[in-house]
């Protein structure tokens, strides 16, 4: 008799390793911190794991700003760590604002997410 359970494994493993496509979009922020010095030029760059996805537009002169920009990508794994990064444009040197980062799980789901130097950074995403 043949067991049927290495192949009910194998088919496990298969679904849990399947690709998926990630669309992370709805990037908005609030109260993002002011320094004396420059206006709060907000801008977001969007990690899956180690690959750059990309960054949105900066937003210039606003602590509430939203960013219109869709990130797609096409082979994103359940719980692979999706990282965003929340920079303020200035002359020289941008500042990090602050990092969100959170594992993937199927579904669309809404975060908010607290910037470590203040401000609070909202998102959305699809995964599946
Ligand atoms: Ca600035």
Redesign the pocket.
């Known amino acids: 008799m043949v067991s049927i359970f290495p192949v009910a494994l194998l088919v496990l493993c298969a679904l849990s390793l399947a690709q998926a496509q990630l669309r992370l979009f709805n990037l908005r922020a609030s109260n993002l911190p002011s320094d004396l010095l420059?206006?709060?030029?907000g801008y977001v760059k969007v990690f899956c794991g180690a690959t750059s996805l990309g960054k949105t537009a900066v937003r210039k002169d606003t602590a509430n700003p939203w960013w219109e920009e869709e990130f797609n990508y096409f082979h994103a794994l359940e719980n692979d760590e999706v990282t965003l990064e929340v920079y303020?444009?200035?002359l020289l040197f941008d500042d990090l604002v602050g990092v969100c980062q959170r594992q993937l799980q199927p579904g669309t789901h809404q975060h908010d997410c607290f910037l470590k130097k203040g401000g609070t950074l909202h998102y959305s995403y699809t995964l599946g």
């Open positions: 420059s206006t709060v030029d303020d444009a200035d």
